[in-house]
């Protein structure tokens, strides 16, 4: 495959990322116990404009993971159109899960955890890192956001 599209800007790079966090349903959230047995699945997530939330049960991997470990990293797209997303991640039982957060989930995926099994709980992905690229003429100045500031 001959690459002849130009690589985006870094402000273009945002705009493009922040447009999908807005307009995706789904991401991958990848996780690993104390052990370092990594997990990876999809789940449904709501960006509020400064975090990713999903939610998932406490009792799976991936509910222990985020819980335990305290840190993610998030995907979207396929491998032509990457977005990488590494967060420190926050627990919110049903009780205290700010209520915004809650109203948001519900309102873009049409489901309402509180009204399902007790252990649902929320997590904020707060994003330390952010990279996006589309092919590897994309790979430098993939890096947008460090250490919880964007770069551009």
Known sequence: MKIVEQPRGAEQRKRDVLARLERE???????????GLPCLVALWFVWDAESVWVCTRTTNPTGRNLRDG?????????TQDVVLVDGEVEVFG????????VEAF???TGWDPRA????????RVRPRAVQAWRGTHELRGRHLMRDGVWAV
């Open 70 to 78: 305290g840190r993610t990293r998030l995907a979207l797209g396929d």
């Open 25 to 35: 349903t789904d991401v991958w959230v990848a996780t690993a116990d104390a052990h």
């Open 116 to 123: 399902d099994s007790a252990a649902y709980a929320f997590f």
């Open 94 to 101: 049903r009780e205290d899960v700010p209520l915004a957060a």
């Open 106 to 108: 519900v309102g873009k």
